[in-house]
């Protein structure tokens, strides 16, 4: 294994973390969606929580496709197989790199679902935590949410203008969209299945004490191994 300590050192790990628990930080950040574009920095304050707890921490990404976007032509083609693709890769990349818990960092409606097959499939202490769900938008003091955007652009008598005005409105800020559609509901699924802390489907993306759930599970997955039978190297 001399060749592998040897990667793990170009890796950034030091001297006293060998012989730690291996904790991977499977995070879906991209710029193509507004649920995990505001992830990009937050695996690496989950990182560092997690090496002061005494593990050695390392992050990966996979894909990630915005429904939304993907609608009404042949991208949505693609959605549900990234599914399957994303608990793939997750597998693959825990197995070959022999981690001993991971941390999912996702949001939205086929990412959480592939990392919750993923899970499954590994058996290995796992804590989930979303991006969030974005603020709800508002217009003239009405609230309004993406699908009051795609319902009204069909119809007739609201005129282009108007349409314009709510396109720019309905989506205010980063995180999933503000609505019981799948991203939430899943959210609130792993809080209910014990795989995510309380607040995972209803703190706002945006909100201070999400950042703080952030911290907080991090601490979480690095506290869960005195107590497990980790597959240490």
Not at 10 to 28: D, L, R, T, Y
Not at 134 to 139: H, N, P, R, V
Not at 156 to 180: F, L, N, Q, V, Y
Request: one cysteine or more.
């Amino acid at each position: 294994m001399a060749g592998a300590r040897a990667l793990w050192i170009a890796n950034g790990m030091k001297k006293e973390q060998f012989g730690k628990p291996i904790i991977a930080i499977v995070n879906s950040f991209t710029q193509f969606v507004p649920g995990h574009v505001h992830l990009h920095k937050i695996g690496q304050q989950v990182k560092k929580e997690i090496e002061k707890a005494g593990c050695f921490a390392a992050e990966f990404n996979t894909i990630a496709i915005d429904d939304g976007i993907a609608m009404g032509h042949d991208g949505m083609l693609y959605s549900l197989p990234s599914r399957d693709l994303i608990a793939d890769s997750v597998e693959y990349m825990v197995n070959a790199h022999k981690a001993d818990a991971m941390i999912c960092i996702s949001n939205c409606d086929k990412i959480t679902p592939g990392m919750l097959m993923a899970a499954m499939r590994l058996n290995i202490p796992t804590v989930f935590v979303s991006g969030g769900p974005m603020e709800a938008g508002e217009l003239n003091g009405e609230h309004l949410d993406l699908i009051d955007a795609m319902i009204r652009s069909a119809d007739d008598s609201i005129s282009d203008e108007e349409i314009k005005r709510i396109e720019e409105h309905a989506c205010p800020t980063c995180g999933c969209c503000s609505g019981m559609f799948t991203a939430n509901s899943v959210n609130c699924l792993n809080e209910a299945i014990g795989l995510a802390l309380p607040g995972n489907g209803t703190i706002l993306a945006t909100h201070v004490n999400r950042r703080r759930l952030f911290k907080r599970t991090a601490r979480l997955i690095a506290s869960v191994y005195p107590i497990y039978p980790f597959r240490l190297s």
